[in-house]
């Protein structure tokens, strides 16, 4: 029989341990339920950027376009079957994840680099990639620069807060050179500064660059020329916050699910079509419907709280992958064709897992 002395330190030691059960990571307290708060709230608050064309832009009017904007749009219809169900909200590069930590925002769709360090110390949880993009320079023609290797002793406009530093600052040191950094929290100020030759270059992803070389041209009559280095690799994609796994599930299925109706051919224009006559077992589950009079699959994305249908809505009201692309980032001058971000099917590294 154990002592008095030793009855009392097994006691301590399960005592410790039901304490730190009760508050561990894995316990249902510790864990968030976003989806039912969006459920309960009516809609969708979705964290973008505001001013890069392509990606995101944030009218006067609340409204909102590009392409990280249409993965919003994208998630409302999934869970109200109604893409206008949603509110945008600005997040800039120094506030963007105080925003989701605050739960001001539900989701962050706003060009986010994935990276190790915001993996594993900001409580974020990343979604599938929606584009592959690298950090590049960008110069005003005729400036005599063919390369970033030129511009030794320049200063450089970057928005602060952005992966976009470290790229900067790790190809500079590796190549020997020396530069200046300028910073800025919005891309209205870094624009004009680059505009009044404040900055030699301006840094950003790759994609973004071409937006703004874009409507540089288009609006001020500056042409500008983005440098042929790519600095690093930039994924980006929405995220959110971490122990949140149904609301995470959402968001990883829906942008997987556009994915995987490019790659069978389910667009806006056939997905009516496509669900009353699925031509294989891939489409049936992607739309929740069953296969030659089976039973529809049930996945169990969002655990009966949203249709298993949902993929319809999504397709029907913002489309697939490739038709958000067209519609947003096609149209300043970001070509997929031969780019990273192509389908698996004609080379790129687009892909998304099976949903089955």
């Not at 309960?40 to 608050?45: A, E």
């Not at 790519?230 to 796994?245: A, I």
Request: hydrophobic share 40%; proline share 4%; net charge negative.
């Amino acid at each position: 029989m154990a002592t008095p002395k030793r009855l009392l330190t097994l006691m301590a030691l399960l005592l410790v341990g039901l304490a730190v059960a009760a508050c561990g990571g894995d316990s249902e307290e510790a864990r968030g339920d976003t989806l039912g708060v969006i459920l309960d709230r009516g809609n969708l608050i979705c964290g973008i950027k505001a001013d890069t064309p392509g990606f995101g832009v944030l009218n006067p009017d609340g409204t909102a376009d590009g392409n990280d904007v249409e993965y919003c749009r994208a998630l409302a219809a999934a869970v109200f079957g109604d893409k206008d169900k949603v509110e945008f909200k600005e997040a800039t590069s120094g506030n963007r994840f105080e925003l989701l930590a605050a739960e001001e925002i539900d989701v962050l769709i706003r060009t986010t680099t994935w990276t190790a360090s915001r993996d594993a110390n900001l409580n974020v949880a990343f979604a599938p990639t929606t584009f592959y993009d690298g950090a590049g320079v960008m110069v005003k023609a005729g400036a005599n620069v063919s390369s970033v290797r030129d511009l030794d002793g320049a200063t450089i406009c970057i928005l602060d807060g952005t992966s976009t530093q470290g790229a900067v600052s790790d190809f500079f040191a590796e190549n020997g050179l020396t530069y200046s950094e300028l910073t800025f929290q919005a891309n209205p100020e870094l624009r004009a500064s680059f505009i009044s030759d404040q900055c030699d270059g301006w840094s950003s992803d790759k994609s973004q660059l071409g937006g703004h070389q874009f409507t540089l041209k288009a609006d001020d009559g500056i042409d500008a020329v983005v440098l042929p280095e790519t600095l690093s690799k930039e994924p980006l994609g929405p995220s959110v916050r971490d122990y949140d796994s149904e609301w995470e599930d959402v968001v990883r299925w829906v942008v997987n699910g556009m994915i995987i109706a490019e790659e069978q051919g389910v667009t806006m224009g056939n997905v009516g079509q496509m669900a009353a006559n699925p031509p294989n077992n891939t489409v049936a589950r992607l739309l929740g419907v069953g296969f030659q009079g089976g039973a529809p699959a049930n996945l169990g994305i969002g655990h009966g709280r949203i249709p298993s249908t949902f993929m319809q809505d999504v397709i029907a009201q913002v489309g697939n992958y490739g038709e958000a692309y067209e519609r947003t980032l096609e149209r300043v001058g970001l070509t997929r064709a031969g780019s990273p971000n192509a389908s698996y099917l004609d080379g790129g590294l687009i892909y998304a897992p099976p949903m089955r």
